[in-house]
C-alpha cells in the first residue's frame, strides 16, 4: 500500500541550503549559550567522565560556542586533547526523531551521550549530526572529546585548518580547537528533507536552468510517492514566482530527489 505525502517547499532564488545554521525553529533546541566544563587529557579516556554523576565540580566552565585559544590558561600554551562535559534536560516527545548537530567543532572529535559511543568526525569548516532518538532521555550528559595538535613540521602537515595552521600573522602556538560553532538538537518526524539545494546552472537570455537536489529519509515509510510543491521566488529582484510541480518514487529508506527545469 502507498503513502502519499504533499511537501510544500518554499526557496529563494539562487542557492539554498537548508542547515542547522539557517533553521533556528520550534523545531531547534539549542545546547549553547550555556555552561559546559571542560579538561585538558592525555592518555586513554577514563570511562568514568561518561557517567551523569561523575564529578567535574573541579573543571574549568565556559559558554559554547568557544576555542580554548579564548582562555587565558590554554592562550598559546596548549595544543592537543580537551574533554568536554555539557549536562542537560529534555523532554522527547513520542514518534518525534531527534538529531545532535554541530555546526562546527575544530579540529576532530569523538562523541557519547549518555555513555553511548555516537561516532567521530574530522574537519572544522562542515557541519555533522548523530541520531539520538534512541539515547536522548529527561537528563542526559553529553561527553565530547576534541582533539586538535600541534604539528612541528609544517611540510607535512595532516590537519587542514587553513589559515588557522601556523599561517605567519598568527602566533604559531596559537592553537584553534574547540567546539566553536553552535550545538543544537533538531526535532522532526519519521520522515525528513536534508541537503535540500537549489542552484542556477546556466542563464540563457531572459530564463535560466536551474536544479533541485535534496534527500528524504524515512523511519517507517518503505514506498511512498513524494509530491513537492517549488515556489521559486526572487529576494531582492522583481519579477514572478515561478512553480514547478515535482514527484519522485522510492521503496528504500533514502530517497534522492533530482530535478532539472528551465
Known amino acids: 500500500m502507498k503513502s502519499r505525502i504533499l511537501l510544500g517547499i518554499i ?11 539557517s533553521m533556528k525553529t520550534p523545531h531547534y533546541f539549542s545546547l549553547s549559550r550555556t555552561s559546559w566544563k571542560l579538561k585538558p587529557v592525555s592518555g586513554e579516556i577514563n570511562k568514568e567522565l561518561l557517567s551523569y554523576d561523575y564529578d567535574d565540580s573541579d ?3 565556559v559558554e559554547m560556542p568557544n576555542q580554548w585559544q579564548m582562555l587565558a590558561q590554554f592562550e598559546n600554551k596548549y595544543a592537543g586533547r580537551m574533554i568536554y562535559r555539557h549536562r542537560f534536560d529534555f ?10 548537530h554541530f555546526d562546527g567543532v575544530f579540529y576532530k572529535c569523538n562523541v557519547w551521550l549518555n555513555g553511548w559511543y555516537l561516532g567521530r568526525n574530522e574537519g572544522y569548516f562542515a557541519p555533522f549530526e ?3 532518538t534512541n539515547h536522548l532521555r529527561k537528563k542526559n550528559i553529553l561527553v565530547m572529546e576534541v582533539i586538535c595538535d600541534y604539528e612541528k613540521d609544517p611540510k607535512h602537515k595532516k590537519q587542514i585548518m587553513g589559515v588557522f595552521g601556523q599561517w605567519d600573522v598568527i602566533n604559531k602556538h596559537r592553537n584553534p580547537g574547540g567546539i566553536w560553532l553552535p550545538v543544537g538538537i533538531i526535532e522532526t518526524g519519521k520522515a525528513r528533507f536534508r541537503h ?12 535560466a536552468r536551474v536544479m533541485l537536489y ?7 515509510l518503505k514506498v511512498l510517492l513524494i509530491l513537492s510543491l517549488l515556489i521559486l521566488s526572487p529576494l531582492i529582484l522583481k519579477g514572478k514566482a515561478i512553480i514547478l510541480n515535482l514527484s519522485s518514487k522510492a521503496s528504500q529508506e533514502l530517497i534522492i530527489l533530482r530535478r532539472n527545469s528551465s
Open 11 to 21: 526557496v529563494f532564488w539562487g542557492i539554498v541550503g537548508l542547515g542547522a545554521r
Open 59 to 61: 573543571w574549568l566552565s
Open 91 to 100: 523532554k522527547p516527545k513520542p514518534g518525534k526523531s531527534y538529531y545532535l
Open 130 to 132: 548523530f541520531d539520538i
Open 196 to 207: 535540500l539545494w537549489v542552484g542556477t546552472l546556466a542563464l540563457e537570455g531572459e530564463n
Open 214 to 220: 535534496g534527500e528524504m529519509r524515512s523511519k517507517v
